[in-house]
Nanobody
Framework: QVQLVESGGGLVQAGGSLRLSCAAS???????TIWYRQAPGKVREFVAT????????YYADSVKGRFTISRDNGNNTVYLQMDNLKPEDTAIYYC?????WGQGTQVTVSS
């Protein structure tokens, strides 16, 4: 069993930054880790992913150039650095690994 715990969300003004963390327990992260987000009234959407084998990163067009996904294997944690935040980034952000999901962390960007 794997537990994923997200943290780092909060309220920030447009143009600000936040760093989200996804800490895994129960086993080492040996799969592709994906960040998703879900805004009120919208479907959950892909944000970014980092591959386990080579650490390759991929981003949704809406966040490319502003968000950076990274990992710390020693701490079994994946991060999402979010810069130049926009009000449309407001959502609950979820971490996913295989079939496991975290509980989500709220990000609110005020204009």
């Amino acid at each position: 069993q794997v537990q994923l715990v997200e943290s780092g969300g909060g309220l920030v003004q447009a143009g600000g930054s936040l760093r989200l963390s996804c800490a895994a327990s129960g086993r080492a992260i040996t799969g592709n880790t994906i960040w998703y987000r879900q805004a009120p009234g919208k479907v959950r959407e892909f944000v970014a992913t980092i591959t386990w084998s080579r650490g390759q990163t991929y981003y949704a067009d809406s966040v490319k150039g502003r968000f950076t996904i990274s990992r710390d294997n020693g701490n079994n944690t994946v991060y999402l650095q979010m810069d130049n935040l926009k009000p449309e980034d407001t959502a609950i952000y979820y971490c996913n690994l295989d079939q496991f999901w975290g509980q989500g962390t709220q990000v609110t960007v005020s204009s």
